[in-house]
């Protein structure tokens, strides 16, 4: 695991409440998924700079390429039991807010989310 940090964490751009929310879903699926690889990687970085929060949460993978459009949807799910909220979770707290956004891509035996608070609304 590493931990990358170079400011100190302030959530300024959304409620507290939804950030912690969507990083611990995020958080979690990225622990499960690292650790079901042959060789568990997890790297969080948060970088600050004038406007903008970026939180890159990148995680090693048992396969080489995920398939990203389901992983949104409501009730699918990669896992085992009654799960596949997590994700359709975050979806709809970003939604409420449109300087927020997630960038998530897969390749490599890696899946990368990068979320990004803006100060300003997306354009």
Known sequence: MEIEINDDVTVQYTRLL???????I??????E???ESKEPRLLVAYIKDADIERVIIENSTKVGRVEIAPLFKEN?????GNRGQGLATVKRLIGHYPNVSLKTSSSDYTFTQELVLNK???R
Request: aromatic share 4%; hydrophobic share 45%.
């Open 18 to 24: 939804d950030a912690v929310r969507i990083l611990s």
């Open 26 to 31: 995020l958080l979690d699926n990225a622990i």
């Open 33 to 35: 998924a690292a650790l």
């Open 76 to 80: 699918y799910t990669t896992k085992s």
């Open 120 to 122: 300003e609304e997306k």
